[in-house]
């Protein structure tokens, strides 16, 4: 059989050869970002605060790129601290030192910049870069990533008529250098004092619960229309559940990995988590329709003010969004019942996208089992008067040198 595999390897190869140098060279193309990252002030809870901006803005920009595209970003740090981005589930050919994150990479002090160079391959899907040191995440510096297809390589639904990308996190109108500071005097983060979509805080559908005055995200979409809704929660420590009125939610893809397609009501987006739904405009745009992040497994009767809003707009729409909101799952405390959801989520294996490597993999039931680590994730723990988290009650310590420079000497 090996022989044989072997053989048809090798007949099929100049075929191969043929078809990267007439297709691959020609989408083998470079493309070049400049992040510019600095603090800017934004209200978007109502109070004045410092944010990160990425080119003045807040949420960063779309990161979109294709298959084989090679991706040239050229990071300037405005910030008064040291910075790395992080481009996570993004495989790197030949340099992961470039991951941005500490132990791997030199961190870029404050006004230096570095220019990551990076090609993505065949994670065709959604995901999101943020600011991997000093909690600077919880004031912001992220954006979404969208690797699409190559045109040889199909989806497996038919071409959605635009992406809609949301980005939900809880958020805090201290900044990361205050929370930063409470940590490490060992106190908690406490409740977020809000959630925020693509930056902005809630629409306000309830006037005891949400102060006049503050920007609210509304999506503008034609009726009849299937959207491609990409939701990524960039947030810190709370679990989201993501819903739209009236509108089901299609799960077919999350991560790089397309899955069998299900549809949902609501759906619970953790901490890092992205997905991708197709959203079908089948509604009779009455009014326009409620879109909401809330926070999950915490006592809504506490958690009220922690709720994102943001409106979708059919351009035939009668009226404004009114009533209360779609309600979320009630099931705050049956930790089971929460793991029904996720378990219910299975790759499409007969989809195009990116495949486990095959080559070794079949050995691993064969490997004789020498010893065992279970990791335990606990919750956050005092050590030397700092709060942090751990593994087993251990927790990160920055290596003096990155490991992968280490690894050189
Ligand atoms: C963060 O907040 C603290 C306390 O409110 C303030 O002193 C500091 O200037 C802020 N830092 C930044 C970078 O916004
Ligand atoms: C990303 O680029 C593709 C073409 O390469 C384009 O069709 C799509 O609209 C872009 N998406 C965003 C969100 O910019
Ligand atoms: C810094 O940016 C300049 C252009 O703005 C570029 O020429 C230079 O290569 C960059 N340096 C690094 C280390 O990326
Ligand atoms: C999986 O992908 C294939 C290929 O595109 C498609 O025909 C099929 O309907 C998908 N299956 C599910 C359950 O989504
Ligand atoms: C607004 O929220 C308050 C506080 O939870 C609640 O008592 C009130 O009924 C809500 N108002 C409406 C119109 O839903
Ligand atoms: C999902 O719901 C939409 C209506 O919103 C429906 O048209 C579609 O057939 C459903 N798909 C599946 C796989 O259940
Ligand atoms: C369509 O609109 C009418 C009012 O114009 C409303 O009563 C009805 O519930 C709506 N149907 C749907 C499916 O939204
Ligand atoms: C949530 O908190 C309120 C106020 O303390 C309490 O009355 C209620 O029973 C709690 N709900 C649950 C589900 O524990
Ligand atoms: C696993 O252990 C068995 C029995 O000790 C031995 O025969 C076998 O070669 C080992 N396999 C590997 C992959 O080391």
């Keep these: ?38 603090y800017i002030t934004a209200s978007p809870l109502g109070v004045p605060q410092q944010v990160i901006a990425i080119n003045g803005k807040f949420p960063g920009p779309v990161l979109n790129a294709t298959t084989n595209n090679n991706i040239v970003i050229n990071v300037q740090n405005d910030l008064d601290e040291s910075l790395l981005m ?22 870029i002090p404050s006004q ?37 297809n190559r045109k040889v390589i199909p989806i497996p639904f038919d071409q959605p008529e635009g992406d809609i990308i949301f980005l939900i996190g809880d958020w805090y109108t201290r900044n990361h250098t205050a929370l930063r500071t409470a940590l490490d005097s060992g106190k908690d983060l406490d409740m977020p004092d809000g959630v925020l979509i693509n930056g902005k805080g809630p629409y306000r559908y309830n006037t005891t ?91 809504e009767s506490f958690w009220q003010r922690v709720t994102g ?26 930790q089971w019942a929460a793991m029904t959801q996720p378990r219910s989520i299975r790759q499409n294996t007969s989809a195009s996208g990116a495949r486990p490597n095959p080559q070794g993999s079949f ?5 004789n089992i020498t010893d065992t680590y279970v990791l335990r994730s606990l919750p956050p723990v005092t050590i030397d008067g700092k709060v942090r988290a751990t593994l087993n009650g251990i927790s990160f310590v920055k290596p003096e040198t990155p490991i992968r420079l280490a690894d050189n000497q």
Excluded at 10 to 32: G, K, N, Q, R
Excluded at 86 to 107: A, E, F, K, L
Excluded at 363 to 367: A, M, Q
């Design 1 to 38: 059989m090996a022989s044989l595999r072997f053989l048809s390897l090798f007949l099929v190869l100049p075929i191969h050869i043929a078809l990267f140098s007439s297709l691959c060279f020609a989408e083998d193309d470079t493309i070049f970002y400049d992040f510019k990252v600095s």
């Design 86 to 107: 992080t481009w996570p589930g993004i495989q790197m050919r030949r340099n992961s030192w470039q991951d941005g994150v500490q132990g791997t990479n030199c961190p």
């Design 112 to 148: 230096w910049n570095w220019t990551y160079q990076f090609q993505v391959k065949d994670q065709i899907g959604s995901f999101f870069y943020f600011p991997s040191l000093n909690l600077q995440r919880v004031s912001g510096g992220f954006g979404p990533v969208i690797i699409n």
């Design 209 to 299: 619960l949400v102060p006049d005055g503050i920007e609210y995200e509304t999506i503008n979409v034609d009726p009849g229309k299937t959207y491609r809704v990409r939701v990524h929660n960039v947030g810190t420590s709370t679990s989201l559940n993501f819903r739209i009125q009236n509108h089901n939610l299609l799960l077919v893809e999350t991560e790089g990995h397309y899955t069998s397609q299900q549809n949902y009501t609501s759906f619970e987006i953790h901490v890092g988590q992205s997905y991708s739904f197709l959203v079908t405009m089948d509604q009779n745009a009455s009014s326009d329709y409620y879109i909401v992040a809330s926070a999950r497994f915490v006592n």
């Design 309 to 334: 809003v943001a409106i979708l707009h059919y351009s035939n729409s009668k009226g404004a969004a009114s009533g209360p909101l779609p309600e979320a799952p009630s099931d705050i405390y049956n």
């Design 363 to 367: 050995h691993y039931g064969s490997i």
